[in-house]
């Protein structure tokens, strides 16, 4: 199940963000991700009713996507989102009992962590793929990383935009984490923003599976 889940993220790329959805949104929103390709959801827990969310999430989608808990600063929070129905586990930061606990529940890990000491701790530590956050230094700054550090997966996360990310991709980003600029959860969710939503999913997968 974890080599599944970890493969999919690999191969489709895009990680679509929800943080702070109206709970009763949430469903509509991430089938227009779905009508747009976008295979891969991640509900940040600090988000209303995240554990609820991810849920349903679960409940209607089935095995079309992949639902991922974002924000997860602690063990505990980890526990809780992965009995939720969470398949991977994504931190802002280096924590290194998440990492710990995401691994031995079987599930992917992907810590958060920017410098090379810390991309490379966390690598160590288990982590499937690194989060490289905040990463809108630019598509350089992976690059530079990538340098030394060549066989450690790195997913770029913040300042992604449809016309950057496949400078990011080239930079050696094996996956991306995409927020506000896929899924803004301060507009109000009408039909023709679920749409927007869909063109813009399909822009991001377009530029990374050409």
Do not use: C, W
């Amino acid at each position: 199940m974890e080599s599944e889940v970890l493969s999919q993220l690999l191969r489709t790329k895009i990680v679509a963000i929800l943080r702070g959805a109206d709970p009763g949104n949430v469903l509509a929103i991430v089938r227009a991700l779905y009508e747009g390709e976008v295979t891969n959801v991640e509900v940040t827990m600090n988000s209303p009713n995240a554990l609820k969310v991810i849920e349903e999430i679960k409940a209607a989608m089935g095995d079309r996507m992949l639902i991922g808990a974002g924000t997860v600063l602690d063990a505990d929070a980890a526990r809780s989102a992965i009995a939720a129905g969470a398949q991977f586990i994504i931190s802002p930061t280096l924590d290194e009992e998440t990492i710990r606990y995401t691994k031995e529940a079987g599930i992917v890990s992907i810590p958060g962590a920017l410098t090379p000491t810390e991309i490379l701790k966390a690598y160590r530590l288990g982590a499937d793929i690194v989060k490289v956050f905040p990463a809108s230094a630019g598509p350089a700054y992976i690059r530079d990383i990538r340098g030394p550090l060549p066989h450690i997966p790195l997913m770029p996360t913040g300042g992604i935009q449809p016309d950057n990310i496949k400078a990011y991709q080239q930079a050696g980003g094996v996956a991306f984490g995409i927020g506000t600029a896929l899924v803004n959860s301060k507009l109000p969710v009408t039909d023709a923003y679920l749409l927007q939503i869909t063109a813009t999913a399909a822009s991001f997968v377009r530029a990374v599976n050409p």
